[in-house]
């Protein structure tokens, strides 16, 4: 029995080229990083934090009126009065009520015994060693406005009631 071989004719080719093969990968890359740019993993990793930030000054406000009602209606008795929020006066809320020299304390009145909420949110950030990042004042009307300074990609999170 004879083997018969075949050899690959004139245009009949097997397998890539180099030039084909860097060609693919130069394509994907460009893909990629069109990719890349929709995306844009920064902006979708700020606009994350900012929705935190919503929550936590949600949060926040919930656990100040929740204490106004059981209160009679009065607030606690360290927030500042301001028509803005950040105010020019100190506004930002301490973290955990202990050295807040300088900051509002709301967790005494508001964390005590967890009957408001557990813990004072604190921004995911911008806080400093005992700020939270997140900011209170009350109007001259008594309405309070909670802020969050730190935000970004240019949005404003303040809620007031």
């Not at 080719?13 to 460009?30: D, H, N, P, R």
């Not at 606009?47 to 009679?72: E, G, H, K």
């Amino acid at each position: 029995m004879q083997k018969k071989f075949q050899y690959a004719q004139f245009g009949q080719k097997k397998g890539f080229t180099l030039l084909e093969i860097l060609l693919v990968i130069a394509l994907i890359a460009i893909l990629a990083g069109i990719i890349i740019v929709a995306i844009n993993p920064a902006k979708q990793t700020a606009d994350a934090r900012n929705v935190q930030r919503v929550s936590d000054v949600d949060t926040i406000m919930n656990a100040i009126y929740q204490y106004s009602i059981d209160n009679s209606g009065a607030m606690p008795g360290t927030i500042p009065v301001s028509n803005v929020c950040p105010a020019i006066v100190p506004s930002e809320i301490c973290k955990d009520g202990g050295a807040c020299t300088g900051l509002i304390d709301l967790a005494t009145t508001l964390t005590a015994n967890a009957k408001y909420i557990v813990s004072i949110p604190f921004d995911p950030s911008e806080s400093t060693a005992n700020g939270t990042g997140y900011n209170v004042v009350k109007t001259g009307n008594n309405r309070i406005i909670v802020c969050a300074p730190g935000a970004e990609n240019g949005a404003t999170i303040s809620i007031s009631k």
